[in-house]
């Protein structure tokens, strides 16, 4: 048998005294520290250290409801008129293809636009009732010609798409399989905690189903962009292709629909969120009976009380959402609303910000009578407003910052608000239309990275002279349709200048 030397046994000792915590670190050394320590406690074995449990038996469970989805959508053309009109061919081009190479590769004899291409997109959903009803995520089958679902099994049915809404990011589909198909269900309550486990399952990427695991590491929360938004924040990971994905607790039920990340560099960072249950259960009976969301309508456009406004107007704190402008034949107007108006509670419940009362409003049902508690010249007055129905049309500037069509600049993480010069709020614009200008910028998006800030005014969109965030759309639009891989957009900023160019997704 073999023996230790007394410098090997000192090294032992120290090691496992080490691996216990019992020697001090400052003072008298290895002597004193062995004089302390009186009993020493074995270490434990490692089959008893790992104390959290496995997350297979969740997995297993869920997968089987879990699909992944292809979209195809609208082809565009490879190369349009307008980038070859006006241009000669090179002569290596001749030399290498010939005379004919417009006619042989699609163009017509004046270069006009060549071979019609289709995109394609990748994403994940989850099956909620076993006669093929599907939930994802709605930016991803937004403008698609034909949705694939392919099931746990590897089969692909055609999807018919029952309704998207973009204001949560959900929608949801319908297939026709045959038979029963598994399901899983949301979580029946809202108990959902800052700390629980929770796990993300989808396709990330395209590479097949995946799960990843973390925590929920906040609530409520928003980008800033959609007042709607009222977010979980969880740190599994969520990347490209996850979207529309269950995240589900460890009894299996889904508390939140996979939507985006916040990232700088567009990888994920442990900064996803999840649309909760709460608000996609809401929204999914919507869907499956109406085809859309039915949701409240006031009338009115809102913006943030700052530090300044309520200065201003002699209010004590900054809760509340001022009135904007007030919309015509809305409730607001029969109501009595007006602009500056602050409205500070509905039905005695405190509004605490825009997104809050955006939200209260909406979950309103048409024709409910609603109570207003409004801040007009230093005092308090209650209104009363017959809350309607926000059909397609209001609903692009249905109760939220910004109104009008702000939502089509989502993908950027823009939200704009168009500014009237001719109430002398705006800048002087060709033809006195107005202004544009940046009124919220999502964190990690691509306007963040590409350095635009609230305040921001758009002057031009593609060279050509903006005043209103109908021409802004129409003109990301038309260089879209022109099969550009970006916008240009000129910035202004304290009487200073810039074009910033805006990428198009590619799925």
Not at 104 to 113: E, V
Request: proline share 6%; net charge negative.
């Amino acid at each position: 048998m073999s023996t230790l030397s007394p410098q090997r046994k000192r090294t032992v000792i120290v090691a496992a005294l080490a691996g216990l915590g019992m020697i001090a670190l400052a003072g008298g050394g290895l002597a004193s520290s062995l004089k302390t320590a009186t009993a020493v406690t074995p270490p434990m074995p490692v089959d008893q250290m790992l104390v959290a449990p496995s997350l297979a038996g969740v997995v297993e469970a869920v997968s089987p409801a879990v699909v992944s989805i292809e979209v195809m959508h609208k082809a565009k053309p490879a190369f349009t008129s307008q980038q070859w009109r006006g241009r000669d061919l090179p002569e290596h081009f001749k030399r290498f293809f010939g005379e004919d190479f417009a006619e042989r590769f699609g163009f017509t004899p004046d270069f006009g636009p060549g071979p019609m291409r289709p995109r394609g997109g990748i994403g994940s959903g989850f099956v909620v009732d076993a006669d093929g009803y599907i939930v994802t995520s709605n930016h991803v089958i937004a403008g698609a010609e034909t949705v694939t679902v392919i099931l746990d099994d590897g089969i692909r049915l055609d999807a018919e798409i029952v309704g998207g809404d973009k204001r949560t990011d959900l929608a949801l589909l319908k297939v026709e399989s045959g038979e029963p198909l598994p399901t899983v269900n949301f979580a029946a309550d809202d108990s959902t905690r800052v700390g629980d486990w929770v796990v993300a399952i989808g396709n990330p990427f395209g590479v097949g189903k995946t799960a990843t695991f973390g925590i929920v590491s906040a609530r409520a929360r928003g980008t800033g962009v959609n007042p709607y938004e009222d977010h979980l924040q969880i740190d599994a990971p969520i990347n490209s292709g996850n979207s529309g994905g269950p995240t589900v607790n460890l009894h299996g039920e889904v508390i939140g629909v996979n939507t985006s990340i916040v990232s700088p560099s567009g990888g994920n960072v442990g900064i996803g969120f999840a649309v909760p249950a709460a608000t996609a259960t809401t929204v999914i009976d919507d869907l499956k009976a109406h085809g859309r969301v039915m949701r409240g309508w006031l009338g009115v456009h809102i913006q943030p009380v700052t530090e300044d406004i309520a200065a201003s107007l002699g209010l004590e704190g900054t809760e509340g959402a001022i009135v904007a402008r007030v919309q015509p034949e809305s409730p607001a107007e029969a109501a009595g609303l007006e602009q500056g108006d602050v409205i500070t509670a509905v039905d005695q419940v405190p509004v605490d910000d825009t997104r809050t009362l955006s939200q209260t409003i909406a979950a309103i049902d048409a024709g409910t009578p609603a109570a207003l508690t409004v801040w007009r010249d230093g005092q308090f007055i209650e209104l009363t407003a017959a809350i309607a129905n926000a059909t397609p049309a209001k609903e692009a500037s249905a109760d939220m910052p910004g109104g009008d069509e702000a939502g089509r600049l989502d993908t950027f993480g823009l939200r704009l608000e168009n500014i009237d010069s001719q109430s002398g709020d705006g800048a002087d614009m060709e033809g006195g239309s107005g202004a544009v200008v940046v009124a919220g910028v999502a964190p990690g998006s691509t306007a963040h990275r590409k350095g635009v800030r609230p305040g921001d005014t758009i002057v031009s969109v593609d060279k050509e002279p903006v005043g209103s965030i109908a021409e802004v759309n129409e003109r990301i639009e038309a260089a879209q349709g022109d099969g550009r891989e970006a916008v240009l957009m000129l910035m202004s900023r304290d009487g200073s200048e810039r074009f910033v160019a805006f990428p198009f997704a590619t799925s």
